[in-house]
């Protein structure tokens, strides 16, 4: 028989078998999957790739593809100190004479401090400025934005959130958590052409760094959306031929809503025409509801049993009231939903982990994968019930490059070990995507399997390395472990006979090659679906 095409000799890492050791040196596609490995076909196209390394298709199991493709137009803010940053806003201020100041990126932990509006109004007066934190979980505003949102005369309290004040009682510009909700009313919805611009702009650069599926975890509503029509712009996206790669959309759960369904269905919360988790096809489909427990742990905003280790007296919050973060857990679970909650506090993650079980027992479903976003700072009773619940953990590994030196401060020695595990959480029999929270920290999936492995922080502090992954297990995280924690493993995760043709050319093996130069591996080509989408 003759095929679309035939890869030949090829270093080719099928992650086949029970180890997942499984590998080959040549292999044939058609009609977009993987017909054959190993085997002497005919193919309308046959490609020698001279040796190089073949793995399958990276999948990021938690990203932000739409906020990342708009931060690529906004003013990076990963900065040395305070005074490179309030530079850039005056030089952005003085090139757009008028209209927003919009930066993204920006670390504390990093500058020596927040931005404050009286920075602000220094070096771009009476300007509107919005300047987003790396963890997406707070932000600084000018002066002329806090008017505009009436905070200045009456700063308020909100569920959840904070609007920071300085010792005067006045807003100091930063809005924390479910306070910057506030700010929807002056930049909220995006409009869809721009949304579609940023998922296309966004998708490009992840094809280049060999990611061909993603996880984009949020849309909808609540701080995360950018519009409540916001499925819409993936959908015109994919119909006008500018969706790069395969996308699963979490759902943010302000969005889900009591539904009028008959008393005998049984439905809680969900969509309207009941839409929820698994509606779609490959290349785009409705993934996890997403709720958010907690905050950041750079930020200091996650729900910790102790105090920080920096900021004595302080041990985060709840995103809401307990009862009422449980109660949105249990109905989307009884809905049929697959939850997705964030938590990175082990206050958060208790009370995340109460949720599912209590759900499970009155509303028994088969093998739902629930999963917890983050899974920041855990105790090993924690990783055991999450081994015998079958909940997913979803850990970032470039975490503990980008902004380890932030955790280690806010942790201190005795909890350091709890966090951003992995080895741990694949001894105990967990599930273990590989993911990197873009544009938090850097998505490129080699930068964090080579974190995943040495376990240092981009400084050189070593990072609780009893937790550190093989190469190989770095690997299986990107593939089938984010396969499996989209309940995708028949589709996608290795290249065997069936599976989707989305694969990735790589010039050395992070299976064997030096530890210390994973980051470094070249991506020489992408395929998804068969079809060469990016070449080097
Ligand atoms: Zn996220």
């Known amino acids: 028989m003759r095929t679309d095409l035939l890869l030949r000799n090829a270093r080719i890492r099928t992650l086949a078998g029970a180890d997942h050791s499984g590998t080959a040196s040549s292999l044939a596609v058609w009609g977009g999957r993987v017909l054959a490995v190993d085997e002497d076909v005919e193919a309308e196209r046959v490609v020698d790739l001279d040796g190089a390394v073949v793995v399958p298709g990276l999948h990021d199991a938690h990203q932000h593809l739409a906020w990342f493709g708009l931060t690529l137009g906004e003013l990076d803010l990963r900065v040395r100190d305070l005074d490179a940053l309030y ?8 090139s757009t004479p008028d209209g927003w100041i919009v930066g993204a990126g920006y670390d504390e932990n990093k500058l020596g401090g927040h931005p404050t509006r009286e920075g602000l109004e220094r070096v771009a007066p009476g300007r509107r400025v919005w300047l987003k934190h790396a963890s997406g979980h707070l932000c600084v505003v000018s002066g002329a934005v806090l ?16 609007v920071s004040v ?64 916001e499925l819409l712009a993936y959908q015109r996206a994919r119909e006008a031929g500018r969706l790069p790669l395969r996308v699963e959309l979490m759902v943010a759960a302000d969005v889900l809503r009591p539904l009028d369904a008959h008393p005998d269905d049984d439905l809680g919360l969900g969509l309207d025409l009941g839409l929820r988790t698994g509606l779609g096809d490959d290349r785009l489909r409705i993934g996890p509801v997403k709720v958010f427990s907690d905050g950041s742990l ?52 208790d009370l995340v982990l109460d949720a599912y079980e209590e759900a499970q027992r009155r509303w028994p479903r088969p093998d739902p994968r629930h999963r917890i976003e983050h899974f920041g700072v855990a105790r090993a009773d924690q990783v055991a019930r999450c081994a015998a619940l079958g909940v997913v953990p979803v850990p970032q590994g470039r975490f503990v490059g980008e902004i380890g030196e932030g955790m280690l401060r806010a942790l201190g020695p005795t909890r350091v070990p709890w966090a951003y595990r992995g080895r741990s959480l694949l001894d105990a029999g967990c ?15 080699l930068r964090g399997m080579h974190d995943l492995v040495n376990r240092r922080t981009d400084a050189g502090t070593p990072f609780a390395p009893e937790e550190a992954l093989s190469g190989l297990e770095a690997l299986v995280a990107f593939t089938v472990g984010s396969a499996r924690a989209s309940h995708q493993e028949h ?9 989707l043709a989305d694969l990735v050319v790589l010039g050395d093996d992070p299976v064997t090659c030096d530890p210390g130069a994973i980051a470094e591996i070249p991506v020489l080509a992408t395929y998804l679906g068969g079809e060469e989408v990016f070449r080097a």
């Open 166 to 229: 300085d010792a005067d009682g006045r807003p100091d510009g930063r809005l924390e958590e479910q306070a910057q909700q506030l700010l929807g009313a002056l930049v909220l919805p995006y409009p869809l052409d721009t949304l579609v611009d940023a998922i296309e702009r966004g998708g490009r650069v992840s094809l280049s760094q060999g990611v061909t599926s993603v996880v984009e975890a949020g849309i909808g509503g609540g701080w995360i959306g950018r519009s409540p029509v």
């Open 431 to 445: 599930i273990l995507p590989g993911s990197s929270d873009r544009p938090v920290v850097d998505g490129a999936p």
């Open 298 to 349: 750079i930020g200091h905003t996650c729900a910790l049993t102790e105090e920080f280790a920096d900021t004595p007296g302080e041990s985060g919050y709840l995103q809401d009231d307990a009862d009422a973060l449980r109660a949105r857990i249990l109905g989307a679970h009884r809905s049929g939903w697959r939850v997705a909650t964030h938590a990175i506090g082990d206050a958060a993650i």
């Open 491 to 499: 589709e996608r995760g290795t290249l065997e006979p069936g599976r």
């Open 87 to 94: 530079a850039a806003v005056a030089e952005r201020a003085a």
């Open 147 to 162: 008017r505009e949102l009436g905070l200045d005369e009456r700063p308020r309290d909100v569920v959840g959130g904070r």
